[in-house]
C-alpha cells in the first residue's frame, strides 16, 4: 500500500516524492490516487554533494575465514588484526589448512560537503 487505500495498476501515473530537510534524506514514489490531482509536470532536482568517511566511534573489527573447500571455520571478530591472525596460524597449525579470506570492517559516515 502506498498510504491512499489502493495498490497502483500498471499505468497508473506516479509521482516522486523526495524529502530532505534536516538530517535526513529520500525519496517515496507515491501514487496519485483515482481522481485525485495529477502529478505535477514540473520536477526540480537539488544536487547535494556529499563526503564519506572513516567514523571512528564505529571501530574497526578484524575476521579470517578458512577457504579451504568444506571447513568453514573462522576466527570471529577482533578489534585487533593480530588477534585475528593468530587465529589462522594455529589453524594452519592444527588442521594444515593454509588459504584463508581476510576481512576488515569499518563504519563510515556521510556528511554535506559544504
Known amino acids: 500500500m502506498l498510504g491512499y487505500g489502493f495498490e497502483p495498476e500498471v499505468g497508473d501515473p506516479l509521482q516522486l516524492v523526495v524529502e530532505g530537510a534536516g538530517r535526513g534524506f529520500g525519496a517515496r514514489l507515491h501514487a496519485t490516487p483515482p481522481g485525485g490531482p495529477p502529478a505535477s509536470p514540473r520536477t526540480v532536482y537539488r544536487h547535494v554533494t556529499h563526503a564519506i568517511r ?3 566511534e564505529g571501530g ?3 575476521e579470517a575465514f ?3 573447500a568444506d571447513c568453514g571455520a573462522e576466527s570471529g571478530p577482533h578489534a585487533e588484526q ?3 591472525q593468530d ?3 594455529r589453524h594452519t597449525g592444527r588442521i594444515g589448512h593454509d588459504l584463508f579470506r581476510r576481512v576488515v570492517t569499518d563504519h ?3 556528511t554535506r560537503a559544504e
Open 108 to 110: 563510515a559516515k556521510a
Open 82 to 84: 593480530e588477534a585475528a
Open 60 to 62: 574497526i573489527t578484524y
Open 87 to 89: 587465529w589462522a596460524l
Open 54 to 56: 572513516h567514523a571512528p
Open 66 to 68: 578458512c577457504a579451504t
